[in-house]
C-alpha cells in the first residue's frame, strides 16, 4: 500500500499591481488586514514588462510583493485567490482613480522547489484547483537559482524579482527547519 505524505506548508506572497503609489499603500493596508503580518515586503518596481494591464490600470503601474508570516496549506490557493478578487473590486469602488480596475492582486505561494500563482484563466500550462480556479508554476527553484518556462511572464522571466523571491525562499526554509525541532 502506498503511504499518503503529509502536505508541507507554504509561504503566501502576493504581488501588486497598482496604478499608483497610493493605491499600492491603501492595498498594503488591505492584505495586512486579511492576511496578517508580513515578513518580508519588497522594493516597488515599475510595471514596464507588458502593456496588457495599461487599460485598466492606466500607464504608469507598479509592481510589489509581500510574503506572510504565518504559513498557509497550500489547498488554500483557490479560496485565497477568491478572496483578493473581492478586494480588488472592493478597491475599485472605493479608490478614486479613473482607471476600472486600479489594483490587481496576483496571490501564490512559494515553496522551496518553486513558485506558484493562482489564476481565474484556463490555459494549457494551468491546473485547475477547484472553485473555477487554476493554478501554474510559474518559476523553479533548481541548484540555487531560479528557471523560467516559455509561459512565464516577462516581468518574472526578466529576473528582475529573483533576489526578493531567492530571500523569500530562504525564509521559508528557516520557518519548515524551525518547525520540525
Known amino acids: 500500500m502506498w503511504e499518503i505524505q503529509d502536505i508541507q506548508p507554504v509561504k503566501l506572497i502576493v504581488g501588486i499591481l497598482a496604478c499608483d503609489e497610493r493605491a499600492l499603500e491603501i492595498s498594503r493596508g488591505v492584505l495586512l488586514d486579511a492576511y496578517g503580518t508580513t515578513d518580508l515586503i519588497s522594493e516597488v518596481w515599475p510595471f514596464d514588462m507588458t502593456e496588457y494591464y495599461e487599460s485598466e490600470a492606466g500607464p504608469n503601474m507598479v509592481r510589489q510583493f509581500m510574503a506572510f508570516e504565518n ?24 479608490l478614486d482613480t479613473p482607471y476600472p480596475r486600479p489594483i490587481n492582486f496576483d496571490p501564490g505561494f512559494i515553496e522551496p522547489s518553486k513558485l506558484v500563482l493562482a489564476s481565474t484563466k484556463n490555459f494549457a500550462h494551468r491546473i485547475y484547483i477547484g472553485d473555477h480556479m487554476y493554478a501554474e508554476v510559474t518559476l523553479t527553484y533548481n541548484k540555487g537559482r531560479w528557471e523560467t518556462f516559455p509561459f512565464t511572464f516577462p516581468d518574472y522571466k526578466s529576473g528582475r524579482y529573483n533576489a526578493y523571491l531567492s530571500k523569500m525562499r530562504q525564509m521559508l526554509v528557516q520557518q519548515l527547519r524551525e518547525r520540525k525541532k
Open 71 to 94: 504559513l498557509i496549506d497550500p489547498g488554500r490557493l483557490a479560496a485565497i485567490k477568491h478572496e483578493t478578487n473581492r478586494m480588488e473590486q472592493d478597491l475599485a469602488t472605493s
